[in-house]
């Protein structure tokens, strides 16, 4: 006969830990148990030898008395009674338990009906309706099928339905399925503990594979009566037994494949004893079952790693189910992540498995406390001490500066980068890099002083380096980059373009005259430039920016003709004249002798730097792209514009000659205007300033 025994057999977290807690009690002196702690006859007699004794109600302890609430919980009003006697309350009830309070506490709150789903005489369902005043149980939807129908308004109030831990999962969905059809204002919360599913759902499958089921428990116990239920489904020969007595070896005979599984008020011992009344001589153990009762109760060591099954989430705590043990664990809300806001549900939900590292085992007081948090502390350690050989770049968030650099969290491990390896220019304020993600290189880690030190600065290294690679792979004249203003002098700017600096000269970053390339861009502006030259050998490149669509004499020929008056800016005073700005890119000449309808002995008596004035274009060399232009001929052609204004105006008698100064008599006579030949040639223009 091969033998199997289901992984989720034995005491559920709530018994255990109501056992637990009654043990420790009686251990310190005498302590009442309000009801039977768990429906197992054969654990309350040894409860009791220890010194715990089971009452039936809150008047039989003795005031001031130690009293233990069992996992099933009680009504608000034991807690008032006990109260009001003095006693001291263990409250070992159940946290599945605990929530289901406070679901019916906040739905009656809010103004809504608490519904029950279960079991009305269990003690777990009489402590829930303890703690709502309108709330009713129903024990399936059949039952709420028949009050809905009694009192149809109930059907539009707003309904909250909460399930007994302990029901088949399969009941549930009915009613919740259901009641979504015929009622308007429901909201659904599935309470059944997630080890009792997960009970059930094993036995099942367990009895689907064999041709005989042992469900060991006390037949007052609901829990281990649904696991024989549901194991009778699948398995006909279905036996459940209170203990080893109950065992009959007539009923299994015949029996190829044996599966046993337990009741959550079934302790191992009890287990145990059913096995080792089991007779060598009519089985053969597939594997040892004592084996495999002791690997489900075998020690747990601090600092183990475990894996588990997450059963329960409370406000302070997870509590989880070891995979392949026999233990429930708690892990604290402090060890469940770094972020002290957190909420539980928001990191895991029930049935999720979880890894995590044992912080404290008490076989004395039967506690197993872990923390998810250090057990990722460590995983992440290894990964940074792993990225000091294999050069992987990690990221991580600088929390801080401090005076010889930044800090930044990797993973939760504190990272030391020093100034020099930040990726700044020395002196550079390392403030506002607070809160930014970085890439960075693990360049020294010393685990024993927590000290881990890392580069910033090789990580944009080798970037650069790869992107250069690239640049200088597809570089070619005349191609396009967008690129950024890395730094300005005198003579250009340097641009980034992605890894490579080219320098785009004074001449080239615009068709204007300008004398600093500040007038143009600045540092850190985004730029479109144009490959003019490189050097490979060098790693020299001259880039441009000019926009050759845009070429002034082209510009210029399109818009002015021979003729044209003209606003000018005056650029540059020469001796023999000065200067102008047509369009951006294209200057024109102003003779000395056109500055002016009059004589002038230097252009800066006629005109300054920055002047804007109307010229009238006088000749075009588009041969040599030049430009000659007259303020004189505007001048002179100003007074035809009003021919009739002169002819209008009323004959004044000269004035006789005697009168007038003596200066007039010795001006010279009018200059008559120069000939646009007369100007000087283009040759005199001295080099610096040829166009």
């Known amino acids: 006969m091969n033998v199997l025994m289901a992984k989720s057999a034995g005491f559920c977290y709530g018994v255990r830990r109501a056992v637990e807690l009654a043990e420790q009690a009686a251990a310190r002196g005498p302590v009442y148990m309000l009801g039977h702690l768990t429906h197992n006859e054969q654990v309350i007699r040894r409860l009791a030898e220890q010194g715990a004794v089971t009452i039936g109600s809150p008047e039989e302890a003795p005031e001031g008395a130690a009293v233990l609430i069992r996992a099933h919980g009680e009504p608000d009003s034991t807690y008032e009674l006990l109260s009001a006697r003095g006693c001291q309350v263990i409250d070992a009830t159940c946290p599945n ?41 129903i024990s399936d939807w059949e039952e709420l099928s028949s009050v809905l129908e009694k009192e149809p308004k109930l059907r539009e109030k707003p309904l909250s339905f909460v399930s007994q ?56 116990s609901s829990n281990t009566r649904r696991l024989a239920q549901l194991c009778a489904q699948r398995c006909p020969l279905t036996l459940q037994i209170e203990g080893a007595d109950g065992l009959d070896r007539e009923q299994l ?109 008490s076989d004395r007081d039967c506690e197993i406390r872990l923390s998810k948090k250090r057990l990722e502390a460590h995983k992440n350690w290894e990964t940074v001490e792993n990225a000091v050989e294999s050069k992987e770049a990690l990221e991580g968030t600088i929390t801080e500066v401090n005076k010889g650099g930044l800090v930044a969290n990797v993973k939760g491990v504190r990272v030391f980068i020093p100034a020099s390896q930040s990726g700044k220019p020395r002196g550079a304020d390392l403030a506002d890099m607070i809160k930014s993600k970085v890439k960075m290189r693990i360049t020294e880690v010393n685990k024993a002083r927590r000290r881990v030190v890392g580069s910033i600065r090789a990580v ?75 050097d490979p050998e060098k790693k020299k490149i001259s880039l441009g920016m000019k926009d050759h669509s845009q070429e002034p004499w082209t510009v210029f020929t399109s818009k002015c003709e021979v003729g044209d008056v003209v606003p000018v800016r005056i650029v540059k005073l020469m ?35 920055g002047d804007v004035v109307d010229a009238k274009i006088i000749a075009i060399d588009n041969e040599n792209k030049k430009v000659s232009l007259s303020i004189r001929a505007v001048l002179n052609d100003a007074p035809k514009a009003a021919p009739a204004e002169e002819e209008a105006a009323p004959a004044e008698e000269p004035a006789p000659v005697e009168e007038a100064p003596a200066e007039a008599e010795a001006a010279p006579a009018a200059e008559e205007p120069a000939p646009v030949e007369e100007a000087p040639a283009a040759e005199e223009k001295p080099a610096e300033d040829a166009e």
């Open 97 to 137: 338990v605990t929530r289901i309070h406070q679901i019916v506490r906040e739905a009656e709150e809010r103004g809504r009906v608490p519904i029950v789903v279960g079991e009305a005489s269990h003690p777990e369902i009489v402590g829930i309706l303890g703690c709502t005043e309108n709330g009713f149980v």
């Open 165 to 220: 831990t302990t029901a088949i999962r399969d009941g549930w969905k009915k009613i919740v399925e259901n009641t979504k059809k015929v009622c308007t204002n429901a909201e659904f919360f599935d309470t059944i503990c997630g080890a009792t599913s997960k009970r059930q759902s094993e036995a099942q499958e367990l009895a689907g594979r064999c041709d005989g089921m042992i469900v060991i428990g006390d037949r007052r």
């Open 253 to 361: 005979r015949g029996v190829t494949t044996l599966g046993i599984t337990a009741g959550a008020s079934t302790p191992e011992w009890i287990i145990k004893e059913v096995y080792n009344k089991m007779s060598d001589e009519i089985m053969e153990i597939e594997q040892s079952f004592a084996d495999m009762l002791e690997e489900s109760i075998k020690p747990i060591n601090t600092g183990d790693k475990v894996t588990g099954t997450v059963i329960a989430i409370t406000p302070t705590e997870v509590q989880v189910d070891l995979t392949g043990t026999k233990f429930t664990a708690s892990i604290p809300l402090s060890e469940l992540s770094d972020d002290p806001d957190v909420k539980p549900e928001d990191v895991v939900k029930v049935g999720d498995t979880i890894e995590a590292e044992v912080v404290l085992y």
């Open 460 to 534: 944009a290294a080798e970037a650069r380096a790869a992107a250069a690679a690239e640049v200088w792979n597809g570089i070619e004249n005349g191609k396009r980059y967008h690129g950024t203003v890395k730094s300005l002098t005198s003579y250009g700017a340097f641009v980034d373009i992605g890894g490579v600096d080219g320098m785009v000269h004074i001449s080239e970053l615009s068709w204007s005259r300008i004398k600093n390339p500040a007038e143009v861009v600045s540092v850190g502006d985004p730029v479109e430039v144009y490959v003019i030259s490189f």
């Open 575 to 609: 001796t023999f004249g000065a200067f102008a700005e047509i369009v951006p890119g294209v200057d024109g000449l102003i003779h000395i002798s056109q500055l002016s309808d009059h004589r002038v002995e230097k252009p800066a008596d006629a005109v300054s730097e």
